[in-house]
């Protein structure tokens, strides 16, 4: 499949100007010239057109940073698991001091003990370094995580790891890098949600044995009350 730009455009949603800028500044590749003034592109810049859109649309990511994940991408032996490991960098942005830092030593061998308790190898970069982090912020407000807690939560996320990785699908390694965003976005939303409903429960259930709240205080809606309206 060819196009021209204007059906590249049509096509990404980005306007021509934009499209030839992102070609100027190095971050699409310019297009198979056709003739002295036609240029032709095919399904690999679509694809690295919606892979930008959605890091500055959706992401708010600088050209810079469109630049570096795009550079992996292109640079030749890349492998689908740097590109997984460069979204979750681009979108955590943990400090990279996170691995050296004295400081963070108990907090990573915290880490490095749940992977090798549950026999999890990381890439190694943002996945250990984020958990890392977390916990050192979490000890910081009284939240001291021990490996056994650690193990608990890993039991519920992993099954739906798997469920995740398996819905990034095949596809080009932009393709593979756009979903990978929207994944872990959707999942951190998920999981942060569904982490302040049981939070919201449990202090709406102790404010009713207290007797500081009616017994049907903060029920939810019947099923019959949800449809009719």
């Known amino acids: 499949m060819t196009m021209k730009l204007s059906e590249l455009a049509e ?16 971050v699409l590749p310019a297009g198979r010239l056709r003739n002295k003034t036609t240029a032709v592109y095919d399904q690999s810049h679509l694809d690295r057109a919606l892979l930008i859109r959605a890091m500055r649309e959706e992401h708010g990511a600088s050209l810079d940073e469109v630049r570096t994940l795009t550079t992996l ?10 590109v997984m490991n460069a979204c979750q ?3 955590w942005g943990i400090p990279n001091d996170v691995a050296t830092d004295d400081a963070y ?12 308790r549950r026999g999890w190898r990381g890439y190694p970069g943002a996945a250990e370094r984020g958990m890392t982090h977390a916990l ?8 001291d995580y021990d ?10 996320v992993e099954p739906l790891a798997t469920k995740h990785v398996a819905a990034l699908g095949p596809g080009s390694a932009d393709v593979i890098a756009r979903r990978m ?19 919201a429960a449990v202090s ?21 009350e949800t449809k009719a309206s």
């Open 11 to 26: 096509s990404s949603g980005a306007s021509a100007s934009t499209l030839k800028h992102w070609i100027r500044v190095g």
């Open 73 to 82: 991408i292109d640079t030749e032996g890349t492998t689908t698991v740097e």
């Open 89 to 91: 960098e681009f979108i």
């Open 105 to 116: 030593e108990p907090f990573r061998e915290r880490t490095y003990e749940l992977m090798r």
């Open 136 to 143: 050192a912020v979490a000890s910081e407000v009284g939240l």
């Open 147 to 156: 490996v056994e807690r650690l193990m608990e939560y890993a039991d519920a």
């Open 181 to 199: 965003l929207a994944v872990v976005t959707a999942r951190a939303r998920q999981l942060l949600a569904i982490s302040n409903l049981a939070h």
């Open 204 to 224: 709406v259930r102790g404010a009713i044995e207290r007797g500081d709240l009616p017994p049907q205080a903060a029920m939810p809606p019947a099923p019959e």
